[in-house]
């Protein structure tokens, strides 16, 4: 969630059926509003989130991917959407808005623009079937719901023109129904969570990115010892090399030399580049585990600093947090394997000490909860502000690192 004003931003990823990326929903409150309200994003009308949202710029938020926000009968009518770009933005119905002939009327108004229609959380009545007619989408809210009544719903709201959207799919089971019941969009951190099989071993290429990773993110860690480690990984070395090159397109002589390559960019961005490169290998896996790796790195990291505590220390939490998924094993023998510290140990499989606290802000401000957990020092405009920039951080790396 980052904030501008009073105004409190968080996102949360839409993937698709092969798991890539389709946009982010962006959520939104007042940061007077209280901790317990997490939905309050979606009873505050959008023309204020709008403000901010131009404030911030787009980029800073989600990068190049399409944003979703909800929208209130009268932004629609007031026709607040014409201050957006069709091709950035989708605009989510509320629940709450009726199919009055202005709102219809504004609807199509605004896919006569280009602007993609989604129906949140709906459910079919006399009063809103009519904006079945004018939508592209259809959001449906799988929590606590059987498979039964998901595929109920599919068959109900499913048309040739119209997709389906699942939210708050948590479970590796239920993106499984909703995927066969015809869903083509998800939403929920279903990804986050490990496919454990009983009698599966981990697969042992994985293991050894997994040693790297923690050697290059050694506190003692320096120039030569990351180059020596780099340089057994081949592809890494390689990609790592092009990316020192891309960086100084303006020299004469291009790097040819990874320790010098390696120098220029810095350990901090090599160990970027390569938590990412390496995050991305498993081609089972959504790359957004990995930009999800990165904001939780970099947040904690900033709220290390802030702390005047091992700002290094906490990027490590923040990063080693989405292990559990990316290698279908537990965090308690993931970090058995690893040999860490006692208190790197203890916040990643209990979220207890003081990096404990600083990842259970990173993991809450996903949801869209900037006031809760046991992080008080900071208070809800700090760590709002460590988001905002966490995101713009991970973009940043994320864009540098393309076509490498």
Not at 56 to 74: E, F, K, M, V
Not at 310 to 322: I, N
Request: glycine share 4%; hydrophobic share 45%; proline share 2%.
């Amino acid at each position: 969630m980052t904030h501008t004003g009073s105004i409190l931003f968080a996102r949360q990823p839409i993937l698709d059926l092969d798991l890539k990326i389709a946009g982010y929903e962006l959520l939104f409150r007042s940061s007077e509003a209280s901790s317990s309200d997490a939905q309050s994003a979606e009873s505050m009308t959008a023309d204020v989130a709008t403000r901010a949202m131009l404030d911030i710029g787009l980029d800073t938020l989600i990068g190049p991917s399409r944003a979703w926000i909800n929208c209130s009968r009268d932004f629609l009518v007031q026709r607040t959407f014409q201050a957006l770009s069709p091709e950035r933005i989708v605009l989510e119905v509320l629940e709450s808005v009726k199919a009055e002939p202005e709102v219809l009327d504004a609807i199509l108004e605004a896919r006569a623009q280009g602007f993609t229609i989604a129906l949140d959380d709906f459910e079919v009545s006399h009063e809103n079937a009519a904006l079945l007619d004018v939508s592209d989408y259809v959001k449906v809210d799988c929590f606590n719901k059987s498979p039964a009544q998901i595929e109920r719903e599919a068959r109900t709201l499913a048309a040739p023109s119209r997709g389906l959207l699942a939210e708050k799919v948590e479970t590796r089971e239920i993106f499984e129904v909703c995927r066969e019941a015809g869903f083509t969009l998800f939403q929920g951190y279903f990804f986050t969570r490990p496919s454990l099989v009983h009698g599966t071993a981990m697969q042992s290429n994985r293991v050894q990115i997994l040693r790297l990773l923690a050697e290059l993110h050694h506190p003692d860690a320096t120039v030569q010892s990351v180059t020596e480690l780099v340089q057994s990984d081949v592809t890494l070395a390689y990609r790592l090399m092009r990316q020192a090159n891309s960086a100084r397109t303006g020299r004469a002589v291009k790097f040819e030399n990874l320790r010098d390559a390696i120098s220029m960019l810095g350990l901090d961005r090599v160990r970027a580049c390569a938590a990412l490169l390496m995050l991305g290998t498993a081609a089972d896996k959504p790359s957004e585990l990995a930009t999800l790796a990165l904001v939780r790195a970099r947040y904690c990291q900033l709220v290390g600093e802030a702390l005047h505590e091992d700002a290094h220390k906490y990027f490590v939490v923040g990063l080693f947090s989405v292990l559990e998924a990316y290698l279908d094993d537990t965090m308690d023998h993931i970090t058995g394997l690893l040999s860490l510290d006692r208190d790197l140990t203890e916040a990643l499989v209990r979220r207890s000490g003081k990096l404990g606290d600083a990842l259970d802000s990173a993991l809450k401000s996903e949801l869209a909860d900037f006031d809760g957990g046991a992080l008080s020092s900071l208070d809800t405009a700090e760590r709002a502000q460590c988001y905002l920039s966490a995101l713009s951080w991970a973009n940043q790396t994320q864009a540098s690192m393309q076509g490498l």
